[in-house]
């Protein structure tokens, strides 16, 4: 199963996102969890933003997503990882971010979920640049 991570600046296709990813799933997976992030008002800097910027910081977003993935993976032991990260232009409301990650059980899905998030959060990776 592994770590699969990429950057669209296309609309996601939700749906087709999980049927990926439960495609790839075996008989060891008891929870799946998943974080859907979207892009919120009022802004963190520019409360009324016009449009939302998410540029890379590294050359390679992808390769840093997967080196997260890859680490929360084995930290938490999980079976599958799967990061989608928007870059480009997004508005109020855009998908920005989909997280999904299985595992044995539900508590070892929840933490490896979580620490993928705020890892990706941290800007490291990704920063979101609010246009007025």
């Known amino acids: 199963m592994g770590v699969t991570a990429f950057t669209t600046e296309e609309p996601f296709d939700l749906q087709g996102f999980m049927d990926r990813f439960r495609e ?3 008989d060891s997976t008891g929870t799946i969890v998943m974080h859907h992030g979207k892009v919120k008002r009022p802004g963190k800097v520019v409360r009324d933003f016009s449009r939302v910027l998410l540029e890379p910081v590294l050359p390679s977003p992808e390769k840093g997503m997967q080196q997260i993935g890859q680490n929360i993976l084995k ?3 999980l079976n599958q990882v799967f990061i989608v990260h928007r870059i ?3 508005h109020a409301r855009d998908d920005v971010l989909f997280v999904a990650v299985s595992a044995v059980t539900r508590d070892i899905a929840f933490s490896g979920c979580s620490d993928i998030v705020n890892a990706i959060k941290e800007e490291k990776i990704l920063r979101l640049v609010e246009v007025p």
């Open 75 to 77: 930290k938490y032991d």
């Open 24 to 26: 790839a799933e075996d």
């Open 88 to 90: 480009g232009e997004v």
